[in-house]
């Protein structure tokens, strides 16, 4: 709407520019007109004389022929020339210039704008997306030409049907498997054939269906996945109820919380979640930990120093009478998997490497 406006300014002032000048002025005004002209040039060149007789006519704001000229005629005398008229070459460039500001502020906001957007219930992690799964929710996937973005299912579900698409032309749905046994997973492919369109996908497994709005544009997730809670909390009830007592938990299961980050290389013995109750944390290790080199959990310290502290093991958890910011589970000097707390802020350092 701005650029119709600014475009439709461009021909009005084109159109008066063009009048003015085809404007047949009386005899002493288009004398006055020359003159002035002159003096302009002649001060643009640099003579000391046309720039005095050109002060003097402005400061007296009037010249001779303004004298003797009727009230009437003065007014015919194009206003403008009080200083240098603009070509119309020149007024349109300027207006052109403008076009082209508004609408660089336009993409700019614009750009801005999807940069910022973020959706409810998603946390990035590296270059992969997680959502918290709820039943019926449609969850918002984008993806880019010449990419492909890797939608991840749960561990123990796989699919009861193909996954079904409302644009099956320019979308292509491939399906891969990884891992084996009880860690096999599968993987959906998804990669649109052309860039801003969009669709919808349903994901039938043993388990749940997923709803997709899938979009294509210049930014793409290289990979999503789902999170569980209440399954996740269900898990944790169970352990719970069966270490009741042996490790009573002052609060409820439903007020458990799982805001917390886990980053590091990909280990067999990395934890799958971290949690709290609000007075202890509490570490779910994989079942294969039981066979393989357990890991040894420090706490990071203010000076970023990882400090010994007493835990607890029991079955599949390492259990922390205290509630973490930071801590790292290490392996020898190279495997190392950090922790962090919702509630602790990283440095730009630690945000860049």
């Given at each position: 709407m701005k650029t119709k406006l600014i475009c439709a300014w461009v021909v009005v002032l084109f159109g008066v520019n063009q009048a003015v000048a085809q404007e047949v002025l009386p005899p002493e005004i288009s004398a006055e007109k020359e003159h002035y002209d002159s003096l302009v040039n002649s001060m643009e060149a640099g003579e000391e004389k046309a720039r005095l007789e050109f002060a003097n006519m402005t400061s007296s704001g009037e010249s001779s022929s303004e004298a003797v000229t009727s009230q009437n005629e003065i007014s015919q005398y194009p206003t403008f020339y009080k200083k240098r008229p603009r070509t119309s070459d020149e007024q349109l460039i300027e207006l052109l210039d403008e076009v082209q500001t508004l609408k660089a502020k336009v993409v700019s906001t614009k750009q801005a704008a999807v940069s910022t957007e973020r959706l409810p219930s998603r946390k990035t992690v590296g270059t992969k997306t997680y959502f918290n799964y709820q039943d019926g929710?449609?969850?918002e996937v984008h993806a880019g030409v010449d990419r492909v973005t890797d939608i991840e299912l749960q561990s123990d579900e796989t699919l009861t049907n193909a996954p079904l698409s409302g644009d099956t032309v320019r979308w292509k749905i491939g399906v891969v498997s990884s891992g084996k046994g009880v860690s096999a997973k599968t993987h959906l492919i998804l990669k649109p054939l052309e860039d801003g369109i969009e669709t919808n996908i349903l994901i039938p497994t043993t388990k749940r269906v997923y709803h997709l709005r899938a979009?294509?544009?210049?930014?793409?997730?290289?990979?999503?996945?789902?999170?569980?809670?209440?399954?996740?909390a269900r898990e944790v009830a169970e352990y719970l109820r069966k270490q009741k007592e042996l490790e009573p938990v002052g609060l409820a299961p439903e007020e458990l919380s799982f805001n917390y980050r886990i980053e590091g290389g990909d280990y067999s013995w990395s934890p799958l979640r971290v949690f709290?109750?609000?007075?202890?944390?509490?570490?779910?290790?994989?079942?294969?930990?039981?066979?393989?080199?357990?890991?040894?959990l420090f706490v990071i310290d203010d000076h970023d120093e990882p400090m010994l502290v007493n835990y607890r093991v029991k079955g599949a958890y390492y259990i922390l009478d205290r509630l973490i910011e930071r801590a790292q589970m290490r392996v020898g000097k190279k495997g190392i998997v950090t922790i962090y707390s919702s509630k602790y802020k990283r440095s730009l350092w630690e945000r860049l490497f």
């Open positions: 929710k449609i969850y979009v294509s544009g210049d930014w793409y997730m290289p990979s999503v996945a789902w999170n569980y809670p209440e399954e996740q709290d109750d609000g007075q202890k944390t509490y570490f779910q290790m994989p079942e294969e930990m039981s066979v393989t080199e357990a890991p040894v």
